[in-house]
């Protein structure tokens, strides 16, 4: 050992004492800083020397800095922490909504319920005071503003606790990557100086991993490298190594509605225990839970109310009643009933004809929309949904196509008409629903009972009965007793429209008289404008008539006897005589049979034959308004194409942008072209046939022939701006023809312009009677006539009129007026035999099917031997016009006996028409399963007694139907009021008709609209039911109202319990909740503490301690520094000696 | 223990935070008057509040009906009494003028009374109380009797069901007596009889009408009576519905009263824990061992 060993001794005493006071210095330091753990310098001796056989010290160093944890208590302290947070959060979420359960000083719901049973008691002992109902309007309309506020209220804070999530999401996120960063750095620290743990940033990353407990609960796990591994109570990775997975909002949804929470890392299924602890599990659970349960409640408390009320009040009147009765909740498509096939109620004829027009009762209301259609596996699991889009414009065959395209494990057909849908494989189902196109409805698909209705309050109906009473316009009561109305939820639909009770007409053979079913009969009548379509049938004892403007000419391949088409061209003459088959049969080479029943329009030769002439007043200029308005036809823009043809008769309107000018060859009678161009001036009145005759060189070409066609030897003329006044152009295909007026008479109302003119191809001049025309102010004095001499303007008819009067002749418009009678507007008038353009069916026999409502039967119909049966109409279903028959009447298929006198014949057939001229339409006859054909039912039984003699002076009015599921009773503009009693079902307040309260629960709550405007229409009293008597003062249902206060009751599969216990339970719930979120905030912050005291036990910095250990370094430094100094002295010494 | 630095000024911190809880929340308490005042102070307690409130409303309102049952069978009884003294005094016209030292004249001059009799007695029938018909039955809005003495007819046209105050969602009593009662019909009939016997001079007939007028009148004092007993029910009704509602204010008020001395000694002890609280952060601040060092 030298003298400087000790010098080292003392100067590695001072660099350690130093490095130990540099420790110290960095936990004073740190005394404040959150997560910070002391540390401590452990010193150490440095390794001794042998010398001379002994060890020598050679003084001392620092073997380590040691931070001081307790890593048990780190580990609880995380996730006292992450409860505690909870617990906070909780509370705070509660505290949010403490002002929606009112104080004692304003109960809120309380207090409306309070004033809501208060004002039903107060009317109830003053029932005929004003005052007072107008008290219960104001009473049940602040019971719904509380309800709806409080919802409000509960919603707000559900959905902002929600955006708040995602903050908090955005938060634990940071704090993920933040461990994933130390986890690095650590590990990189610690494995290049394993000596040197890493302490500072252990700390960093407690402290993150503690801020991250508070966000949501993590577990965690250490591993040897120092790195940590995070995840979730669920087991979701989290953190690892360098690697963070960040959290985010999935697409599935909790059962509340909020989007739940994922890894945005594959796969993004919601974390599993998210909700235990944690911010964000406090959020979760106020949201799902408390939030959710209060606005669950809120909602029951509603529906009960809805229910309840509505329960006792549909069953009472006022005497004050409404003369329209609607019911506040639609009928629905069931989307509960799956099966393994649908098949539509009611069928078509052919599956190719658009749906609007396939004959379908109701098929003028299908609409542009869609309906959904949605399959389900053997499991019951859905397997596939389509939507199927529908158009009127639609066939069957399109839907059919539709569904079978979509792939759904879905197939559709057309079978016997009907539409069928089957799902495929064993044990699969369909249901269909969300039909915005009315086609399910109207095709009688799935149409839904009473209890499967989709109606909120369905499954309260029970078998019952109610009662409707009708009252005049005095209020006197007409049906005493009233109509009983029964129903029962396993059988009866709200509306049968679907599924009509016509018989069916399968294999019955119609020997006389006609039927026509579906179409429209043109027997006597003119022709619409226009050509055959291919499938219209003619019989074959039609007849035209001689004041059709022409004989009808069917050329080669356009007749069909279901077997052959004609070979030759068959004219049917306007002789009012010669019948089609007589024609035919006197047709050379014809090729067909000339005697059969019936010809249908074929298309084996021209596609599109031409039309005979129908039309009847033809319209040359102006226009003419009959519901809608038939103006000259205007060409489309462009030029006459070869092929395109054009009658003789044609005219080039007035307004036409010029006149047409027909060049060289364009025009061909079949054997020639003109040599020539023809010009057809725009005078309104020169035909084709007489521009070609006045035109000077135009070689052969015919001036009489119906029709020219266009050929291409010549330029074409142009289109464009011409207008036709009369006459007809075929362009490629399309017939453009001036107008024909319909059958029938000018309506009031209908208007005309002031250069109308009527062409010679109508059949007469039309006489307008004095009074039936005005001009807005002054009517015709005297008759005015419009001659059919194609220039003559409805202005200058007037005009010439002498004695019209003060009418202007210069109007743009004249109107139909009231007074007098319209003329006659018919034209082409059928002689014989019958034409239906649709389908009509003399003497043959009936397609498979049944009648359908509209169909008209004339009363000398026969249903001939070869019939398969007779022919069974249902009560109600023949109708008159005025009256149907109550019971049910047969034709027999013997041949003779008619359909009238089948009436005639049968007992207790009520006042309907027996004469043989009578035409019946054939009417639904109101299903006995359904709400609609039962009050149908009911009130023509009371109108049409089978005794005449009981016939009342009175009939009722009422008449039931249903507008988008939605239930109507009206009574028209008779007066007559509507009253409802005894109502044991449940349906009238199921269906909410004549109810306080509409809606399903909170969300959609309100007060009837009519008893909102005006008080005195609100239910007071109860209808006696065997008298229909009500008085002012009588208050049973304002009394049953009251009591209701106290009832208890359940219309949700809740506890039967009263209105006001379910309001004080919510208060009572909300209130253990709080006490129950502070006591545990209470317990998880005493238990977080005790830790946090716990761990700065171990971890803490103590002042004191620190300055004690200072002083200690301090004196050690100070004693080494002596030792050195020491040293020194005798270094000195030592040196003395050598000089 | 090891103790850290800041620990103790934590506990001093928190202990403050509870005692200024307190203080605040005896404060309010104080202030309302109730030892609470939301559901979030006292879940359960504030839940029998309504229900203990909400049947002190419905004793309320049941009082309320009850004043409505009485003020209209009070009227009841004063038409009633009415009545009774136009028929007594038909009943003293009839034994005078069925005396034969009346004359024709003496008689006719007693029809003319007697018709204001008999208008008057149609007036008592067909009184209204608050715009709304008495003795009409739920009818309210139909004058209940028509009379015509020339064709010695008297109609009821109102309805035959009482009119009914609704006390309770149990109770309900009849508030009325209907007009269709034979005493009204008797009344009518007795004292017709009696005018067209003046009018006719006819003793016999007014003999017979002073039978029938005796008759009638008992039979309005028997439906006077009954309206009576109805009346005395209703007090019987009365005094229970209040003593109810005593009982009721009695227990909202003990249910929900604040316990004032408890609330002021609890004051008082947390403001004598905060200030031993502040002095302690004082003396903290100077214990340190930073401040003997030199």
């Not at chain 1, 009643?321 to 098949?343: K, M, W, Y």
């Not at chain 1, 019952?464 to 316009?473: I, V």
């Not at chain 1, 307004?655 to 364009?666: A, E, L, Q, V």
């Not at chain 1, 036709?724 to 023809?737: D, P, S």
Request: charged share 10%.
């Amino acid at each position: 050992m030298s003298i400087s060993s000790a010098l080292g001794i003392g100067a590695s005493s001072l660099a350690t004492q130093q490095r130990a006071m540099d420790v110290l210095a960095h936990n004073i330091a740190n005394v404040n800083t959150p997560g910070y753990s002391r540390q401590r310098a452990d010193l150490a001796t440095l390794a001794p020397e042998q010398t001379m056989g002994f060890s020598f010290g050679r003084g001392a160093t620092i073997a380590t800095i040691t931070r001081q944890v307790d890593l048990s208590i780190q580990r609880a302290l995380g996730n006292s922490a992450s409860q505690k947070q909870m617990w906070t959060q909780v509370t705070q979420g509660l505290s949010a909504i403490e002002n929606v359960f009112g104080s004692l000083s304003a109960t809120g719901l309380s207090a409306s319920f309070d004033h809501f049973f208060a004002s039903w008691q107060q009317l109830a002992n003053s029932p005929a005071d004003s005052a007072q109902k107008i008290n219960v309007g104001v009473a049940a309309n602040e019971l719904v503003t509380t309800l709806a506020n409080m919802r409000t209220q509960l919603r707000t804070e559900q959905v902002n606790i929600d955006q708040q999530i995602d903050q908090k999401i955005s938060g634990a996120n940071l704090l993920i990557k933040q461990i994933a960063s130390l986890n690095v750095q650590i590990v990189r620290q610690e494995i290049n100086g394993s000596a040197a743990p890493a302490n500072d940033l252990r700390d960093q990353r407690e402290q993150a991993l503690q801020n991250l407990s508070a966000i949501i609960p993590i577990q965690r796990v250490v591993n040897p490298d120092g790195s940590l591994l995070v995840q979730t109570p669920g087991g979701d990775l989290l953190a690892q190594d360098d690697i963070a997975h960040q959290l985010s909002r999935g697409t599935s949804v909790t059962a509340s509605g909020f989007q739940e929470i994922v890894l945005q890392s594959s796969p993004k299924v919601p974390l599993a225990g998210i909700s235990t602890g944690g911010t964000i599990g406090g959020m979760v659970d106020l949201r799902d839970n408390r939030y959710g349960t209060y606005l669950s409640t809120l909602d029951s408390v509603s529906k009960n109310l809805i229910f309840g009320s509505n329960q006792i009040y549909s069953n009472g009147s006022s005497t004050n009643r409404s003369t329209t009765a609607s019911a506040g909740q639609p009928s629905l498509i069931s989307s509960s009933s799956r099966t393994s096939s649908i098949t539509s109620q009611q069928k078509v004829s052919v599956s190719t004809i658009s749906l609007a027009n396939s004959g379908v009762p109701l098929a003028s209301q299908i609409t542009t929309g869609s309906f959904k259609l949605v399959a389900y596996n053997s499991s019951g699991d859905q397997s596939g949904s389509a939507t199927i889009n529908i158009k009127p414009t639609d066939t069957l065959d399109t839907v059919v196509a539709a569904v079978n395209g979509a792939g759904i494990g879905a197939t559709a057909s057309v079978v016997n008409g009907a539409l069928e849908l089957k799902a495929t494989g064993t044990g699969a189902s369909l249901a269909v629903t969300a039909d915005s196109s009315k086609f399910l409805e109207t095709f009688g698909i799935n149409s839904a009972l009473l209890d499967t209705s989709g109606v909120p309050f369905a499954s309260q109906i029970k078998a019952g009965s109610f009662k409707l009473h009708l009252y005049d316009s005095a209020g006197k009561p007409l049906n005493v007793a009233g109509v009983s109305i029964a129903i029962d939820p396993a059988v009866t639909m709200l509306d049968d429209r679907a599924f009509n009770t016509p018989p069916a007409t399968t294999g019955v053979i119609l020997a006389a008289g006609k039927s026509v079913i579906g179409g429209v009969d043109y027997t006597g009548s003119a022709l619409p404008s226009g050509s055959f379509a291919v499938g219209d049938s003619l019989s074959g004892v039609l007849v035209s008539d001689t004041t059709s403007t022409g004989s009808t000419a069917f050329p080669i391949g356009t007749l069909s006897d279901g077997t052959n088409t004609n070979a030759a061209i068959v004219t049917l003459p306007n002789d009012g005589v010669t019948t089609l088959k007589s024609a035919i049969a006197a047709t050379v080479g014809v090729g067909i049979s000339g005697v059969a029943t019936n010809y249908t329009i074929a298309s084996v030769g021209t596609p599109t034959p031409t039309a005979p002439a129908t039309t009847g007043l033809v319209v040359k200029s102006g226009s003419v308004t009959l519901d809608v308005t038939y103006p000259p036809v205007t060409l489309p823009t462009g030029s006459f194409a070869a092929g395109d043809s054009v009658s003789n008769t044609m005219i080039s309107a007035k307004s036409s942008s010029g006149s047409i000018t027909f060049p060289i060859g364009s025009l061909s009678d079949g054997s020639t072209t003109n040599a020539v161009a023809v010009t057809l001036p725009n005078d309104g009145s020169t035909t084709l046939g007489a521009a070609i005759a006045a035109t000077s060189g135009v070689g052969q070409l015919s001036t009489t022939l119906a029709s020219y066609t266009m050929v291409a030897s010549g330029t074409l003329p142009v289109t464009t701006g011409t207008v036709l006044g009369a006459g007809q152009v075929i362009l490629g295909g399309t017939a453009y023809v001036p107008t024909t007026l319909p059958s029938g008479s000018f309506l009031s109302g209908d208007s005309l312009s002031g250069t109308l003119i009527s062409t010679p191809a109508s059949s007469s001049s039309i006489t307008f009677p004095a009074g039936t025309l005005s001009d807005g102010t002054n009517s015709n004095a005297v008759a005015v006539t419009l001659p059919n001499d194609g220039s003559t303007t409805l202005q200058a008819a007037i005009a010439a009129t002498t004695g019209v009067g003060t009418l202007s002749s210069v109007a743009t418009t004249y109107t139909i007026g009231a007074t007098g009678t319209p003329p006659a507007t018919t034209g082409v008038v059928i002689g014989a035999g019958s034409i239906s353009l649709g389908t009509i069916y003399p003497a043959a026999t009936l397609p498979t099917g049944s009648f359908s409502v509209g169909d008209s039967l004339s009363g000398t119909l026969t249903s001939a031997t070869g019939s398969t049966g007779n022919v069974v109409f249902p009560a109600g279903t023949l109708s008159d016009g005025t009256y149907a028959n109550l019971v049910s009447v047969t034709l027999p298929n013997d041949g003779s006996t008619t359909l009238s006198a089948a009436i005639a014949a049968t007992t207790g057939v009520g006042s309907i028409a027996t004469a043989s001229t009578t035409t019946y339409t054939v009417e639904n006859g109101g299903s006995s399963s359904s709400v609609v054909g039962l009050i149908n039912q009911a009130v023509r039984a009371y109108n049409h007694p089978k005794s005449p003699s009981a016939a009342p002076v009175t009939l009722l009015t009422l008449a039931a139907s249903t507008t988008n599921g939605v239930l109507k009773l009206d009574t028209g503009n008779s007066g007559q009021t509507i009253g409802f009693s005894n109502d044991t079902s449940n349906f009238l307040a199921a269906y909410e008709i004549n109810a306080l309260f509409h809606g399903s629960d909170t969300t959609n709550l309100a007060v009837d609209s009519v008893v909102a405007n005006d008080s005195t229409r609100i239910n007071t009293g109860t209808i006696d039911a065997a008298t229909s008597n009500i008085y002012v003062a009588d208050n049973q249902t304002a009394s049953a109202m009251f009591s209701l206060q106290q009832t208890s009751f359940s219309v949700d599969g809740t506890v039967a319990t009263s209105l006001h216990q379910r309001n004080s339970d919510l208060s009572a719930k909300y209130g253990l909740d709080v006490a129950n979120a502070q006591r545990q905030l209470t317990y998880r912050t005493a238990e977080f503490n005790s830790l946090t005291a716990q761990r700065d036990a171990v971890s803490g910095v103590n002042m004191d301690e620190e300055l004690i250990n200072m002083i200690k370094f301090q004196r050690a430094y100070q004693s080494s520094a002596k030792i050195i100094t020491t040293v020194n002295t005798m270094l000195d010494s030592l040196m003395g000696l050598i000089r | 223990m090891r103790v850290s630095s800041v620990q103790p000024y934590n506990n001093l911190l928190q202990g403050i935070s509870q005692q200024q809880d307190i203080r605040t929340k005896a404060n309010a308490n104080i202030a309302a008057g109730t030892r609470f005042q939301t559901p979030a102070q006292a879940g359960l307690d504030y839940k029998l509040s309504l229900d203990l409130r909400q049947m002190r409303t419905v004793e309320t309102n049941a009082l309320t009906a009850v004043g409505v049952a009485e003020s209209q069978l009070g009227v009841t009884q004063t038409i009633l009494m009415d009545m009774e003294k136009v028929l007594a005094r038909a009943q003293v016209l009839a034994v005078q003028q069925s005396s034969s030292t009346s004359g024709p004249n003496e008689r006719k001059s007693a029809g003319v009374e007697v018709q204001h009799l008999l208008d008057q007695l149609k007036s008592d029938a067909n009184t209204k109380y608050a715009g709304e018909h008495l003795f009409s039955g739920t009818a309210t809005d139909i004058a209940p009797w028509s009379v015509d003495a020339a064709a010695g007819t008297a109609t009821y046209n109102g309805s035959s069901t009482a009119r009914t105050v609704r006390i309770t969602e149990t109770q309900s009593v009849v508030s009325s007596e209907v007009g269709n009662d034979q005493a009204f019909s008797n009344s009518f009939q007795a004292v017709i009889k009696l005018l067209k016997g003046l009018q006719s001079n006819t003793v016999a007939d007014v003999q017979t009408a002073l039978g029938d007028l005796n008759s009638a009148r008992n039979q309005v004092v028997a439906v006077d009576a009954r309206a009576g007993a109805k009346f005395s029910a209703l007090q019987s009704i009365k005094t229970s519905h209040q003593d109810m509602k005593t009982n009721l204010d009695k227990r909202i008020n003990t249910h929900e009263a604040v316990d004032v001395p408890k609330l002021v000694s609890d004051i008082q002890l947390s403001d004598i824990a905060l200030q031993a609280s502040y002095k302690q952060i004082s003396s903290m601040s100077s214990l340190s061992l930073v401040n003997f060092l030199r």
